[in-house]
């Protein structure tokens, strides 16, 4: 006796899974292949820098900044807060630094920088929970704002102490005519 298979039955067996999981060997042939690609870059251009050991170190540092930037926007958003003005704070708390590390000293300078981000990060929390606004338009605010005192800032310390420079200085032309004689040569 022979028995006959239900085709629109469904199966027991499983298929191929959702995810697909990268084994090591595919991991090892992508980064062998990216070093390749560079080293056919560094290659073709002359650059001989791209593999430089100094630059992939300084890459790493400049990256710390913006890694830790994100790590505070990702707690932001795991606590149900969009925390756009990150960058914001970021500048305020590189100026206020800056400014204190030039009068009192570097380590002054990290504490008063930390604490010009935190500044940020109140006003942010107070306009947002005290007055109800959105937190995207909140954050882009605080990155405006935070660009504009350091726009309005004198270049120099010694500048903003010193009177206003005449519209059309008048320059002395005898120090050029000096300069261009030509010497006697031996």
């Known amino acids: 006796m022979t028995t006959a298979t239900d085709l629109n039955q469904p199966t027991l067996e499983h298929g191929a899974p959702a995810g697909r999981r990268i084994s090591l060997p595919v991991l090892l042939l992508i980064i062998a292949g990216a070093l390749a690609l560079t080293s056919i870059v560094r290659l073709i251009t002359g650059a001989n820098g791209i593999t430089n050991v100094s630059q992939m170190s300084t890459a790493l540092q400049l990256a710390v900044p913006i890694g830790l930037a994100g790590l505070g926007g990702l707690w932001a958003e795991r606590a149900g807060v969009v925390n756009i003005g990150l960058e914001g704070m970021m500048i305020l708390g590189t100026w206020f630094g800056a400014w204190a590390g030039f009068q009192w000293g570097p380590w002054t300078g990290v504490l008063v920088g930390i604490v010009g981000g935190c500044l940020g990060g109140l006003l942010h929390a107070i306009v947002t929970i005290t007055f109800n606004v959105n937190h995207i338009v909140s954050g882009v605010a605080i990155n405006i704002l935070a660009l504009a005192p350091p726009a309005t800032w004198p270049r120099s310390p010694s500048r903003a102490t010193r009177a206003a ?16 004689r030509a010497s006697p040569t031996a």
């Open 165 to 180: 420079p005449p519209s059309s200085p008048r320059r002395s032309t005898r120090w050029a005519t000096s300069r261009c």
